[in-house]
């Protein structure tokens, strides 16, 4: 389902910016990619977005705004760092696991 959203997103954009990946990124399941299902090891962990050309990761950790847009680059080495998150486990309605053939 997640592949065929992605699929059908990208059919129908003409252009596509960062800002673009980071609303369908952060946008909740089954309308966006994002979803805090973490008891039944279905959870958005982190979400990227990458730029090739510029050696670019934005990264948001859990999935949620909240937890901030962070950019990180290829060619600057990592600091040392540790950065509290927040996570907002959810439940499931059990027909999100039906299985679907399109």
Not at 1 to 29: C, F, G, V
Not at 41 to 69: E, H, Q, R
Request: charged share 25%; net charge negative; aromatic share 12%.
């Amino acid at each position: 389902m997640r592949y065929e959203y992605i699929r059908q997103y990208l059919d129908a954009a003409e252009n596509i910016t960062e800002e673009d990946l980071k609303l369908i990124l952060l946008s909740k399941y089954p309308d966006g990619l994002c979803c805090h299902f973490y008891d039944d090891f279905f959870g958005t962990t982190k979400s990227m977005a990458m730029d090739l050309n510029d050696g670019k990761i934005t990264l948001c950790w859990g999935g949620l705004a909240g937890n901030s847009w962070r950019s990180y680059y290829v060619a600057q080495p990592l600091d040392d760092c540790i950065q509290a998150i927040e996570l907002k486990p959810e439940t499931p309605q059990p027909s999100i696991f039906d299985l679907v053939i399109v």
